[in-house]
């Protein structure tokens, strides 16, 4: 049996976060290199992946930043072959970027859906694929989908049917992935927060109603904090779930229960 302080343990482990230069990105990618793994930080600011960097290269971790916008072929297969080259290997993709908008159905406009699904399904498609195909080849690997409570719910006050939509559809290829490769040796699950405070999510907050709203309605009475997403994180990326794949995983302070 493995050891309980060893379990969690991602050293020598390379990991690929997509979505990395903000919000829930960077918690991922903090939580990540102080459980050992080697990150790969990916987005299109590189900019501030670079000063993520720093501030890990500063406390002995190893990472690299690399830009990439997920919904192009040639800047997915340019990020998995940067790791590959310079690490060896890609153990754990977590698949985080993503992009939303609020605007009712009604006037939501063809292009304002296609770009949100082009982000948040093609583009998690594209660098499951190609991560998934390293890892195929090493027979080993843990792809976490970053999907969302609003996969599995409705929520009508706060108009968002792309975003939703795109959610749910995460959620499925989590399935279709895992049944695919689960006899290959590679794991896929998704991890679906709630209402955490982020840059997509930074206008409701600031709005005094909206924020009374996402509290009165969460039966913790409270939105999470981007802290409490590390242990889902880290089960899902280390051995400990070693027999989990095609689970999705809600962190919502009981949102989806009620």
Known sequence: MQKI???????????????????????????????????????????LLEKLVEKLQAIDKQAMAVACDVTREEDVTRLVDTAIKNYGQVDILVNNAGIANSVPAEIETADQ?????????TGSFLCARQCGAAMLEAGKGSIINI?????????????????????????????????????????????????????MTSDLFENEQAARFISRKTPMGRPGNPSELIGPLLLL???ASSFMTGQTIVVDGGWTIV
């Open 113 to 121: 859906f296609r770009q949100v699904m082009d982000v948040n399904v």
């Open 237 to 239: 990326a280390s051995d």
């Open 5 to 47: 302080n060893t379990l969690f343990s991602l050293e020598n482990k390379v990991a690929i976060i997509t979505g990395a230069s903000s919000g829930l990105g960077v918690t991922f990618a903090n939580a990540l290199a102080d459980a050992g793994a080697k990150v790969i930080l990916a987005a299109r600011r590189k900019d």
């Open 147 to 199: 999907a969302s409570m609003m996969g599995l719910v409705g929520i009508g006050q706060i108009p968002q049917a792309a975003y939703n939509t795109s959610k749910g559809a995460i959620v499925n290829m989590t399935r279709e992935l895992a049944a695919q490769w689960a006899r290959r040796g590679v794991r896929v699950n998704a991890l679906a927060p709630g209402w955490f405070p982020s840059e």
